[in-house]
Nanobody, 127 residues
């Protein structure tokens, strides 16, 4: 699976962005999808994940209620809708394919659980 993330940009606090992650390859629909982010000087952190079917979603506490992850298996694309953005959301956002089935939230929250990564897209939120 090859992943291409897009949709980042510069937005004012309180604004919205939608990130997309387009996948190539025939195994997209059998993989969970995750979004991670990395701010300068910080470690990469989990943001959100969605199961292979789209039936289960998981969020970091810091984005719960503001971000929504979704996927369209027919288009081999995953999305991250980000609303009410804050300056602390500024980071490079990465999409990833993988996850561990049958573990619930524990199967999606760590970067080592994903075997495929996109190149990252910059999100900058100004105050």
């Amino acid at each position: 699976v090859q992943l291409q993330a897009s949709g980042g940009g510069l937005v004012q606090a309180g604004g919205s962005l939608r990130l997309s992650c387009a996948a190539s390859g025939r195994t997209f629909s059998s993989n969970g999808m995750g979004w991670f982010r990395q701010a300068p000087g910080k470690e990469r952190e989990f943001v959100a994940a969605i199961s292979w079917s789209g039936g289960d979603t998981y969020y970091a506490e810091s984005v719960k209620g503001r971000f929504t992850i979704s996927r369209d298996n027919a288009k081999s694309t995953a999305y991250l809708q980000m609303n009410s953005l804050k300056p602390e959301d500024t980071a490079v956002y990465y999409c990833a394919a993988g996850g561990v089935r049958g573990q619930g939230a524990r199967g999606y929250g760590s970067s080592w659980m994903y075997g495929y990564w996109g190149q990252g897209t910059q999100v900058t939120v100004s105050s």
